[in-house]
């Protein structure tokens, strides 16, 4: 079953404005990871951030994680055309089973 | 990281007839894999753990008997869809742990489209 619910659905940006999306989770969890899909292929892991983090970084990516609201976000900064993609949260509360969220579509124009 | 494999990435085939899609690790030695299955728009849904060895876990609603899994070697596990149907068309994908991280990585994915 799904995890919860990510917003916005779709979102579009001309290219090297930033990208925020959000990820709600129902359940307590160990770490919460963020994973990239272009468009008909596997995903890419992005960024994993753990329950006792609040913040982290990596190049342009920026996770936060709040987990007494369960939220987390993504920012992407200084977007690029080649950062069109569809992007998931993924919650793993044990056995390191991965409970996608419903993802982001961005769409990133020149 | 680990490099992970799928074939065929696409496959058209009839309904009623049983369709094998492989899942392999090419440079690390698996004990667990992942299958997951993705609509279109929509996000991945985990069907069933793959345990090298022994029987597969599956996720509740996702029938055993229609998705057969097989882990025989540390490097590949096999999914069959068996008596396909129509609404079995979708995009199916494994992944792998590696060690004691919770990173998955994940295959290119196969299609499957039934007629």
């Known amino acids: 079953s799904q995890q919860g619910e990510e917003d916005p659905q779709a979102l579009s940006i001309q290219e090297g404005e930033n990208a925020t999306m959000n990820c709600s989770y129902k359940t307590s969890i160990n770490n919460l990871q963020w994973y990239r899909q272009n468009s008909g292929r596997g995903l890419v892991h992005l960024i994993l951030?753990?329950?006792?983090?609040r913040e982290k970084h990596s190049g342009r990516l920026r996770v936060t994680l709040d987990t007494s609201k369960k939220s987390s976000s993504l920012l992407i900064t200084a977007s690029r055309a080649a950062d069109t993609a569809s992007y998931f949260c993924?919650?793993?509360?044990?056995?390191?089973?991965?409970?996608f969220g419903a993802g982001t579509r961005l769409a990133v124009h020149p | 990281g680990a490099v992970v494999s799928q074939h065929p990435s696409r496959v058209i085939c009839k309904s009623g007839t049983s369709v094998k899609i492989e899942c392999r690790s090419l440079d690390f030695q698996a004990t667990t894999m992942f299958w997951y299955r993705q609509f279109p728009k929509q996000s991945l849904m985990l069907m069933a753990t793959?345990?090298?060895?022994?029987?597969?876990?599956?996720e509740q609603g996702v029938e055993k008997d229609k998705f057969l899994i097989n882990h025989a070697s540390l490097t590949l596990s096999t999914l069959t869809v068996t008596s396909a149907h129509p609404e079995d068309s979708s995009f199916y994908i494994c992944s792998v742990n590696v060690g004691q991280t919770y990173e998955q990585y994940f295959g290119p994915g196969t299609r499957l489209t039934v007629t």
């Open positions: 793959s345990n090298e060895g022994s029987k597969a876990t599956y």
């Open positions: 951030i753990r329950s006792n983090e």
């Open positions: 993924a919650t793993s509360g044990g056995y390191n089973k991965l409970i």
